[in-house]
């Protein structure tokens, strides 16, 4: 499908927003082999896209492509107006505006759970220790566990690390937000408890780009939905469009064997 | 911490309450009624039933035709090496009185009796430290179980009944105090008369068998309230036992005073030895009730900060003992005030000065490149030294160097004055530090001694294995992170220089270090033997534990790595608060397991002349006229001190890692 059908796709109201994160043919290789070929898409401020696709299909590689934890090879990566170059220093800004959240939560083992929450805002914002403390407070309120503040993440369910490791990324107030498989680690029951942080966090008009494998989230809670397959965006559609009415073979294919 | 407590009680109950119906279901008295409490009795794990020994034994000694095979074996060549042992040591051939007078030899060599009190200042300060310690934060877990003491009270005596049957019986002596001889061969007590000669061992196993026997039977039908008495009180108490000993019990008095030698068994061992012993006991006592009164008084988050001063008085203590009380520094005053003093607060007020400077918000580059100026003429201040271009003393190179470094990390601070008082405060503090300590070495010392060396024994070994540690722990750190560096000039100089020392033996380094270093120091510098083959071993050892810190780094999962860079740390922040503290504590094992190589290693100086505690008892004690050539008796000896102070290590070493092990992945 062409870049027009892509654009097309979004709603009006979206399209008077600012854009938040512009990728333009993006291309990425790991050795010979292609992972991300021409990836071109734009992603509004306050929107929320859910990344869909096969396992292997670039989605995960894509997402890292955005705070840099991957390096892409061509094309251009725009966060908020910076552009994504070796520059450290814009490497450095675009970190600190973007929040990430890992399939495997990756908290830091050695250190309390408020620990976790403040060692970034203590030392890249350069907040006083109480200021961060009482910030970290507030979000473990937001994501339902305050009462776990002084825990190791050893200590936690996963459902319960994964709401820390949200807490962790909101700390530095980031602009976007990047989920990469957040519930994917996950035992079903703790399935819904970091759902239902996202879908509030969402609400609350975060800007956000999730790839996950829930397909409930992301008929209830996208703007948009992006299919990837062999490293490359099939379809882009909303969440309606995509779910009863899709055009492309390889999307229909996908839906019938995960629906 | 009460807040803590409470959440983790209910934690551990919520948890409990799912598995206890699942779990085994120990026996439930019918007469209790109260759900509740009966539901907690479910959900406590069965209580391990008590099993006699005989029982244990045929379970783990003789459960099958081959265990019990092998239990035989094994257990008679346990016998043979025992018995061999206690035919050595117990033998009436032995010159035990070579150890017990050269004691003062073997672990401080001739440091002058009448300064000998600088050697129990240094003691009590390491003993009043641990005491602090110990009661300030050691015995929070259960204690020791008056059980498991009472299992090894019976065991020892077991074994001393064991080792009474086992020694052979004694040498007869004749009348001129010689061993009585028929046909060269010895003559000796029947196996009766020997077993009612060793009564008082006798008595001694019985009682510690029947105190043994009397407490596990008084815990088990909880005659006795509590089941465990705490650890640290229990081993200080028992300290006292010898310490008390040395007032009651004839042990005898050996010593060679004023080269005389003095040999008085019937009597208490003498007052300068008894009278300081008591005193570290008693202060390692009050210091360790002022750290439990401390305890009590503050809350954990008070207790957690109390760590840092406690830390800090520990690293401190190996250089202000050293050079402040061992030594004794002879200081000529016109030079201090004149030369000394000026120096350290020119370098004091200027450092601080230019970090004002350097911290000013918004300095940016400019501050990177002052700093590099500032490293290039601190660089050439040495490269003159060595060449004798022009000369400056040692620590004005030292300074400007330390300033060219702390001016290189000075942007980190910038912007709040809060942050720039503390960095220039800090600043002070170390100009002080460092002005002190290289005044007081480069002064010369009161405490006058036959060999060059200030000290020798066992103390030289301790003083040169703890120096080594602290030295190449921060180094081995630092070329560890520099081998895993991106940057191709560290990597390329961490893996070369790890490379080339440990393709090098460790006796190479110390003769090199002993003899050809002082070749290459700059003109009109010198440095001791003890001190440049303590050198050898830093770089020695930093090489080792640089692998292993590698090793640990290269445990710390990629994620770590990500999520760091995620939430916008820098790779230096990244480094010391993400990855190292997990990376060092995966390598504590093979960390500790160098420190006690080094320890051990540092037996090695006896090769190149120095007199620690190897020389003492392979040479020295065999040479003295008393004794001439005794020196099995000192190797056994020596041997005993190396084994209590690594195994010492290791044990705490262990400590350490469950500690630490509190929120493991």
Request: aromatic share 8%.
């Amino acid at each position: 499908m062409s870049i027009s059908d892509a654009t097309v796709a979004v709603s009006e109201e979206l399209a008077a927003r600012d854009d938040m994160i512009v990728c333009r043919d993006v291309d990425k290789w790991f050795g010979d082999f292609q992972a991300l070929s021409g990836i071109t898409a734009t992603i509004k401020e306050q929107e929320i896209v859910v990344v869909l696709g096969p396992s292997g299909s670039g989605k995960s590689t894509w997402i890292r492509c955005i705070n840099r934890l991957e390096a892409h090879q061509n094309g251009q990566i725009i966060v908020d107006g910076i552009e994504l170059t070796n520059d450290l220093r814009n490497i450095e800004k675009i970190r600190s505006e973007v929040g990430m959240v890992f399939q495997q939560f990756n908290l830091f083992p050695h250190l309390t759970v408020v620990d976790n929450i403040t060692l970034a805002p203590i030392w890249v914002r350069k907040k006083s220790r109480p200021e961060a403390e009482e910030l970290a407070a507030a979000l473990l309120e937001r994501v339902g566990i305050p009462e776990q503040a002084e825990k190791f993440p050893g200590q936690l369910s996963g459902g319960q690390q994964q709401r820390v490791a949200i807490a962790r990324a909101l700390a530095m107030e980031p602009r976007v937000m990047l989920f990469d498989e957040p519930t994917s680690a996950l035992d079903p029951e703790m399935i819904k408890e970091v759902l239902d942080v996202m879908e509030e966090l969402a609400r609350s008009g975060m800007t956000m780009m999730v790839v996950t494998h829930e397909m409930g989230f992301a008929r209830e809670v996208a703007d948009r939905v992006i299919f990837m397959e062999g490293g490359e965006i099939v379809e882009v559609g909303t969440p309606h469009h995509f779910f009863t009415d899709p055009t492309e073979e390889r999307t229909k294919l996908f839906l019938s064997q995960v629906l | 911490m009460d807040d803590a407590a409470g959440t983790r009680g209910t934690a551990a109950a919520g948890g409990a309450g799912p598995v206890g119906p699942v779990g085994p279901v120990g026996p439930v008295d019918p007469a209790v009624t109260d759900v509740a409490a009966a539901a907690a009795a479910r959900a406590r794990p069965p209580e391990e039933t008590y099993r006699s020994a005989g029982e244990w034994i045929r379970k783990n000694l003789f459960s099958s035709r081959l265990n019990s095979l092998l239990t035989i074996a094994f257990g008679l060549l346990i016998l043979f090496a025992a018995r061999g042992l206690l035919n050595f040591v117990f033998s009436e051939e032995r010159g035990w009185d070579a150890v017990r007078t050269n004691l003062r030899l073997i672990f401080t060599h001739a440091y002058p009796e009448e300064q000998y009190v600088r050697i129990w200042v240094c003691v009590g300060t390491l003993v009043v430290l641990t005491g602090l310690s110990l009661g300030l934060f050691a015995g929070r877990g259960e204690g020791v179980q008056l059980q498991k003491i009472s299992t090894v009270m019976a065991g020892v005596g077991a074994a001393i009944a064991l080792g009474v049957i086992l020694r052979e019986p004694s040498v007869l002596i004749g009348a001129d105090g010689a061993v009585v001889r028929e046909n060269d061969d010895v003559v000796r007590q029947s196996f009766f008369e020997a077993m009612a000669d060793r009564w008082a061992w006798w008595l001694a196993a019985a009682v510690l068998i029947a105190a043994g026997v009397v407490l596990r039977r008084a815990v088990a039908s909880s005659k006795v309230s509590i089941s465990s008495v705490p650890a640290v009180e229990f081993a200080v108490a028992l300290l006292a036992l010898p310490v008390l000993s040395a007032w009651i019990y004839p042990w005898g008095h050996f010593a060679f005073v004023d080269g005389t030698f003095i040999a008085e068994p019937g009597r208490t061992v003498a007052m300068s030895t008894k009278v300081p012993w008591t005193v570290m006991w008693l202060l390692v006592v009050a210091a360790m009730a002022l750290g439990r009164l401390m305890r009590r008084g503050f809350d954990e988050q008070q207790q957690q900060r109390m760590r840092i001063p406690l830390n800090l008085l520990w690293l401190a203590s190996p250089f202000a003992l050293y050079w402040v009380i061992l030594r004794d520094p002879h200081l000529e005053w016109d030079r201090v005030l004149s030369v000394d003093i000026p120096m350290g607060v020119l370098f004091g007020v200027i450092g601080a000065g230019v970090l004002w400077m350097l911290t000013r918000p918004g300095v940016g580059e400019l501050g990177r490149i002052i700093a590099i100026v500032l490293l290039g003429v601190a660089a050439f201040n040495w490269l003159a030294a060595f060449f004798g271009w022009y000369s400056m003393l040692q620590k004005a190179r030292l300074s400007f160097l330390l300033l060219a470094l702390v001016a290189l990390a000075a942007h980190n601070f910038a912007g709040e004055s809060i942050k720039r008082r503390r960095l220039v405060v800090a600043w002070l503090v170390l100009m002080a530090i460092v002005h002190y300590f290289a005044t007081l070495m480069n002064a010369p010392s009161t405490v006058e001694t036959p060999t060059e060396a200030l000290i020798g024994g066992f103390a030289v070994t301790v003083i040169v294995a703890v120096f080594t540690i602290m030295l190449s722990f921060p180094l081995g750190v630092l070329l560890a992170l520099a081998r895993t560096s991106r940057l191709p000039i560290f990597r390329v100089m961490a893996t070369s220089y790890i490379e080339v020392i440990r393709g090098v033996p460790l006796i190479t380094i110390l003769i090199f270090f002993a003899i050809i270093l002082n070749l290459f120091l700059p003109v009109g510098m010198e440095i001791s033997l003890i001190a440049s083959a303590t050198l050898g071993y830093t770089l020695f050892s930093a090489a080792y534990l640089a692998e292993n810190v590698r090793g640990g780094l290269q445990s710390v999962r990629r994620g770590q790595f990500e999520a760091s860079d995620a939430v916008g740390l820098s790779t230096t922040q990244r480094t010391v608060f993400v990855v190292l503290p997990q990376a060092l504590r995966v390598s504590i094992p093979p960390l500790v397991g160098q420190m006690i190589a080094t320890f051990k290693e540092t037996s090695l100086l006896a090769i190149i002349g120095v007199f620690d505690v190897l020389r003492m008892a392979n040479s020295v004690i065999p040479a003295q006229t008393q004794f001439l050539g005794i020196k099995r008796e000192g190797l056994l000896f020596v041997s005993v001190v190396y084994w209590i102070f690594a195994y010492t290590l290791s044990k705490q070493s262990q400590r350490l890692e469950r500690r630490l092990g509190v929120g493991e992945r």
